[in-house]
């Protein structure tokens, strides 16, 4: 389980001017066995959020705790419960796929057989099997967020931290990628994806947290949501509740 608590983030303003906002008292807790979605449009806060929960940023007040641990006191502890799909992609382009996976499995101190036994299955689930071998260079949008995706759940972590991970992929493999979400929720693990595509948030989210300037502006489930706007539709409770269509993907 993920706990955010009061988070706020500032980054220095242009010149003399006042500091620059990026969130601003952001809570919410992701659940064990559930997808939770940050639902924004682009430059809401929700990249920002994402690297003070994974550690890669320091909330200037609040706090995030990930399976109870409070992640400033233990960082070390924290990220070994943590596999994280950053809003950067890169992976080694000299190396194979599964010379990235192994190589991330070697930072966390696995067993080479188990680093073997968990990229096979992280092979066989994203559908890697034709490209597993092949060097990551010139490989398409798709083949490198598997690949990602793949070393960072190399170490079998309970929680999993995705930003906007279909952004740039093709119908069938943003499919794919939905299908091996709802499998890591039923095996019990939290999950936290980011998003400004409407679709993917009502198919896969058990709870919705919508920010909006930095801002949590509402959370709930997609029911809950439309029920406090009176919408029918998710899209049009999301327009409502971030108060402008600017930045809306449908």
Do not use: W
């Amino acid at each position: 389980m993920i706990v955010a608590e009061h988070l706020r983030k500032t980054f220095p303003g242009p010149g003399k001017s006042a500091p620059v906002v990026a969130v601003d008292d952001v809570g919410f807790t992701a659940r064990d066995g559930e997808i939770t979605g940050l639902l924004g449009p682009n430059g809401a806060g929700k990249t920002t959020t994402l690297r003070m929960l994974y550690t890669l940023m320091r909330p200037e007040s609040g706090r995030v705790l990930i399976d109870g641990r409070d992640v400033a006191a233990d960082p070390e502890i924290a990220r070994r419960a943590l596999g994280v799909l950053p809003d950067a992609r890169g992976v080694y382009k000299r190396l194979t796929a599964r010379e990235n996976i192994r190589y991330f499995g070697e930072l966390h101190g696995m067993a080479p057989a188990l680093i073997a036994q968990r990229t096979q299955a992280l092979s066989t689930a994203l559908q890697m099997d034709d490209f597993l071998d092949r060097q990551t260079e010139g490989f398409s949008q798709g083949q490198r967020t598997k690949t990602a995706i793949a070393r960072a759940l190399v170490h079998d972590p309970k929680n999993v931290i995705l930003d906007e991970p279909t952004n740039g992929l093709d119908v069938m493999t943003t499919r794919g990628l939905r299908e091996f979400l709802k499998r890591l929720r039923s095996e019990g693990r939290c999950v936290i994806f980011s998003s400004h595509i409407m679709q993917e948030v009502a198919a896969l989210c058990d709870r919705v947290v919508v920010i909006a300037h930095g801002s949590v502006v509402a959370q709930g489930t997609a029911d809950e949501l439309r029920a406090r706007t009176g919408e029918s539709n998710l899209e049009d409770a999301f327009v409502q509740l971030i108060g402008s269509e600017e930045g809306l993907h449908a």
